[in-house]
């Protein structure tokens, strides 16, 4: 079974940083990308990163690019998404979901998402 925990979210002023957690068991990272996706207070949801299975391949949505850097920790099960310079538009509920092997296009074709965890951007 499939099972995905995210943690590290919170409040935080802008320009502040949060690092998100993403621990997997169930499966081994080495054969899923995982992505982040986000749903934004707009009601939007966003996929906001991805981390493909090799662990190489990275795929950014563009107001993220160059600050919320992903990354994985295969002892620990775990990807990260450090998010740097936080903004206001940055806010919203984030969740991780694992896909095969290749990050998926859209959200939509994440099979499964986590429960989520809230970000908020606020002074």
């Known amino acids: 079974q499939l099972r995905f925990v995210e943690s590290g979210g919170g409040l935080v002023q802008p320009g502040g940083s949060l690092r998100l957690a993403c621990e997997v068991s169930?499966?081994?990272?080495?054969?899923?990308?995982i992505g982040w996706l986000r749903h934004s207070p707009r009601g939007e949801r966003e996929h906001v990163s991805c981390?493909?299975?090799?662990?190489?391949?990275?795929v950014y949505f563009d107001s993220v690019k160059g600050r919320f850097p992903i990354s994985r920790d295969n002892a620990k099960n775990t990807v990260y998404m450090q998010m740097n310079n936080l903004h206001p538009d940055d806010a919203g509920v984030y969740y991780c979901?694992?896909?095969?092997?290749?990050?998926?296009?859209?959200?939509?074709?994440?099979?499964?998402w986590g429960q989520g965890i809230r970000v908020d951007v606020s002074t």
């Open positions: 979901a694992p896909s095969p092997i290749f990050c998926p296009d859209s959200p939509a074709n994440y099979p499964h």
């Open positions: 169930g499966f081994r990272l080495k054969n899923y990308a």
């Open positions: 981390l493909g299975a090799s662990g190489k391949s990275t």
